[in-house]
């Protein structure tokens, strides 16, 4: 194109090249919602979700019946559940979400509008959670029947389904992200549930293989109750009167310090759900002292063993085992400094840094286009 | 690659501009350029007075685009589709509505409004696209490909929607290649190959152009002879079913000269018309690449 004369630019008369952030939303959220609600996919999912968590919980219900914390263990169960299988369907809902448009020519349509890439971005990212929720709202009544078995307080409870919905907004708003980035639908559905797998299980294994670059040589004083050796008799069983005594043995060993590597696992979404919930921390009392003594065993349902592990490698190896110690057996951790604003940090981190490369992608006019692509 | 090396035109309000070329000559890249879809690299683009580049919101806000792919929501109705559209335009629920219903009649569409797309035939879904392009009432209207799908009705529907749009002193930019069709409704003509504008031209400096008229006589011998005496070139025609001559003529009146000397000379001349249209002509003589 000659430029020979360049053309003046008037300024713009009126402002109504501008839509409102809320209403350009709702026409995206509602255009999104509506294609979803007409399509049979989304209910055979919303059934076969319902099946899968029913026939679980009558599993761990028949299961777990003996137990007495049978409603904290069961609720925990559903919670993981839920997390595990809507790590599962988000990215099925949300990671379609742009260019699947784009197969279908619609992309185009939308973005000769007034509609900003931001908003469609938004409009997109929160059809694909509502739409995600539908799964959530669908197992609650499990949820109630498990705290209707008693165990499990309203905190733990709301905090629980909190994060749960947190997760779920994370992982689609990955999704949508990555489908505005990846040409075909396919391709970013796999590559959102390889995220989610980096996130879920990639975190775990470099957890575990970083063990080694920590591994110090440590003193271990461990100490245990026992009997003098004055008190055994020739068959070697201890006289009834005597008493046990604490003994000490020290011994080298390799072991690793995780305290230093604990904030690789608070990415995880399992980790990040389990270390926000305030649970309580039962009392293990220690029954009978003396070796062989049988206390209550504290039994931790999945995520509160996911987040008992977590504060165990927070603290690091146990230097030091007292009589104490030894005689109560596994006992359950306290929260030191809680893990979870970090995981969620990262998460958001991650999905806000695809949703800004989504968004300069969807950015019209565009100067290169990749190759093979076309805009319509 | 590269899919416009060099065009330039200007596509004046209350006329039809129609882009022609043949397939993959940039007539769609152009028009994605003119939508503030794609930047060019070197040159301006002003459309309504506004730089798709730097003010793609100005220009969006005033052009109506109707892309060649058929872009539909299938599970939305008619209705739904063009009061969405109208929406995303910052149009109140109540103005787009009625907009909505204004142009299902225009279109035709009106039984099919509270139906999914997805029922809609190719030809329907096109009138849709065209109704959506419309929506927002624009200033200039970028029509790729309107005509294609459409069954001869809705193609004369289709023309005197344009000529009353480009009365009402709207911008109509249409691309196209089927020639016969723009003959009637473009105003002028810019002529793609290759990326680059090789010619433009108003639909009356076409029609004055040499242009190649065929001719049918009984028998077919007896023609041959006259023409021969005239000194007029002819060739066979081979592309047709039946036997006719084609003549090449510079202009209107030595096509009625010739006719009226035919006749004259007891010639039973049972056919005599030009062979394409004026543009059909134009294309034909700037021997571009056809693909």
Same mark, same amino acid.
């Given at each position: 194109m000659s430029t020979v004369t360049e053309p003046s630019t008037p300024q713009p008369v009126h402002s109504s090249t501008r839509l409102p952030f809320r209403s350009a939303v709702r026409t995206v959220f509602s255009l999104e919602m509506r294609q979803r609600l007409r399509g049979k996919g989304w209910y055979w999912m919303l059934a076969i979700w319902f099946v899968v968590i029913a026939f679980i919980f009558v599993l761990g219900t028949a299961f777990l019946a003996t137990t007495d914390n049978e409603g904290g263990i069961l609720f925990d169960l559903v919670v993981g559940f839920v997390l595990l299988f809507g790590l599962l369907v988000a990215p099925g809902l949300s990671a379609n979400a742009v260019n699947g448009d784009r197969a279908g020519g619609t992309l185009a349509i939308l973005q000769v509008t007034l509609l900003t890439p931001g908003q469609l971005l938004f409009g997109k990212w929160l059809a694909s959670w509502v739409g995600s929720l539908a799964f959530l709202v669908l197992s609650s009544p499990f949820i109630l029947w498990a705290l209707a078995l008693g165990g499990v307080d309203a905190a733990e409870a709301l905090v629980s389904l909190l994060?749960?919905?947190?997760?779920?907004?994370?992982?689609?708003?990955?999704?949508?992200?990555?489908?505005?980035?990846?040409?075909?639908?396919?391709?970013?559905?796999?590559?959102?549930?390889?995220?989610?797998?980096?996130?879920?299980?990639?975190?775990?294994?470099?957890?575990?293989?970083?063990?080694?670059?920590?591994?110090?040589?440590?003193?271990?004083?461990?100490?245990?109750?026992?009997?003098?050796?004055?008190?055994?008799?020739?068959?070697?069983?201890?006289?009834?009167?005597?008493?046990?005594?604490?003994?000490?043995?020290?011994?080298?060993a390799e072991l690793p310090d995780t305290q230093y590597i604990a904030w690789i696992l608070a990415a995880n979404p399992f980790v990040v759900v389990a270390d926000a919930v305030p649970y309580k921390i039962p009392d293990v009392p220690a029954t009978v002292p003396g070796p062989g003594g049988t206390g209550s065993f504290y039994s931790p349902g999945v995520m509160e063993t996911v987040s008992q592990g977590v504060r165990s490698a927070q603290a690091g190896p146990d230097l030091d085992v007292t009589c104490e110690e030894s005689m109560l057996g596994r006992q359950p951790l306290p929260q030191g400094v809680p893990i979870?604003?970090?995981?969620?940090?990262?998460?958001?981190?991650?999905?806000?840094?695809?949703?800004?490369?989504?968004?300069?992608?969807?950015?019209?006019?565009?100067?290169?286009?990749?190759?093979?692509?076309?805009?319509? | 690659m590269q899919a416009i090396r060099d065009i330039d035109f200007v596509a004046p309000p209350g006329e039809v501009t129609a882009l022609i070329g043949p397939n993959?000559?940039?007539?769609?890249?152009?028009?994605?350029?003119?939508?503030?879809?794609?930047?060019?690299?070197?040159?301006?683009?002003?459309?309504?007075?506004?730089?798709?580049?730097?003010?793609?919101?100005?220009?969006?806000?005033?052009?109506?685009?109707?892309?060649?792919?058929?872009?539909?929501?299938?599970?939305?109705?008619?209705?739904?589709?063009?009061?969405?559209?109208?929406?995303?335009?910052?149009?109140?629920?109540?103005?787009?509505?009625?907009?909505?219903?204004?142009?299902?009649?225009?279109?035709?569409?009106?039984?099919?409004?509270?139906?999914?797309?997805?029922?809609?035939?190719?030809?329907?879904?096109?009138?849709?696209?065209?109704?959506?392009?419309?929506?927002?009432?624009?200033?200039?209207?970028?029509?790729?490909?309107?005509?294609?799908?459409?069954?001869? &009705? /809705?193609?004369? %529907?289709?023309?005197? =929607? *344009? +000529?009353? #749009?480009?009365? $009402?002193?709207?911008?109509?930019?249409?691309?196209?290649?089927?020639?016969?069709?723009?003959?009637?409704?473009?105003?002028?003509?810019?002529?793609?190959?290759?990326?680059?504008?090789?010619?433009?031209?108003?639909?009356?400096?076409?029609?004055?152009?040499?242009?190649?008229?065929?001719?049918?006589?009984?028998?077919?011998?007896?023609?041959?002879?006259?023409?021969?005496?005239?000194?007029?070139?002819?060739?066979?025609?081979?592309?047709?079913?039946?036997?006719?001559?084609?003549?090449?003529? &510079? /202009?209107?009146? %030595?096509?009625?000269? =010739? *006719? +009226?000397? #035919?006749?004259? $000379?007891?010639?039973?001349?049972?056919?005599?018309?030009?062979?394409?249209?004026?543009?059909?002509?134009?294309?034909?003589?700037?021997?571009?690449?056809?693909?």
């Open positions: 994060m749960l919905a947190v997760e779920l907004g994370v992982v689609c708003a990955i999704g949508v992200g990555v489908s505005a980035l990846a040409n075909r639908p396919l391709f970013s559905i796999v590559s959102t549930y390889m995220l989610v797998a980096l996130l879920a299980v990639g975190t775990v294994i470099v957890f575990g293989l970083s063990t080694t670059l920590v591994m110090e040589e440590r003193t271990v004083r461990s100490s245990y109750y026992t009997y003098p050796e004055s008190s055994l008799d020739s068959m070697g069983v201890p006289d009834p009167e005597a008493e046990a005594v604490c003994q000490s043995q020290t011994y080298t979870w604003p970090l995981g969620l940090g990262l998460q958001l981190l991650l999905a806000g840094a695809l949703l800004l490369m989504a968004r300069r992608r969807l950015t019209m006019p565009a100067r290169r286009l990749a190759q093979g692509t076309r805009i319509a | 993959g000559s940039g007539k769609t890249t152009l028009l994605l350029m003119m939508a503030s879809l794609l930047a060019p690299d070197l040159g301006t683009i002003r459309v309504a007075g506004f730089d798709p580049v730097t003010q793609p919101a100005e220009v969006r806000s005033r052009i109506g685009w109707m892309p060649d792919t058929l872009g539909v929501w299938e599970s939305l109705t008619a209705f739904e589709v063009l009061k969405t559209v109208g929406a995303l335009y910052g149009m109140s629920a109540a103005d787009s509505a009625r907009r909505a219903d204004e142009l299902l009649v225009t279109v035709h569409l009106t039984e099919f409004g509270r139906q999914p797309a997805r029922v809609l035939s190719r030809g329907q879904q096109q009138r849709l696209s065209l109704a959506r392009a419309l929506i927002h009432d624009p200033q200039v209207l970028l029509l790729d490909e309107p005509a294609s799908g459409l069954d001869p &009705g /809705s193609r004369v %529907e289709l023309r005197s =929607l *344009l +000529r009353s #749009l480009a009365a $009402a002193g709207k911008t109509v930019v249409v691309s196209s290649h089927v020639l016969s069709e723009l003959d009637e409704i473009a105003d002028r003509a810019v002529f793609v190959s290759r990326g680059r504008s090789v010619k433009s031209q108003t639909l009356d400096e076409a029609g004055s152009q040499a242009r190649r008229y065929y001719v049918q006589a009984e028998p077919m011998t007896a023609l041959a002879a006259a023409l021969q005496s005239y000194g007029v070139r002819f060739e066979k025609r081979g592309d047709s079913r039946r036997e006719e001559f084609l003549v090449q003529l &510079g /202009s209107t009146a %030595e096509a009625s000269w =010739l *006719l +009226r000397t #035919l006749v004259l $000379a007891d010639v039973v001349i049972t056919a005599f018309a030009p062979a394409g249209g004026a543009l059909e002509e134009t294309y034909m003589s700037l021997d571009t690449d056809r693909l």
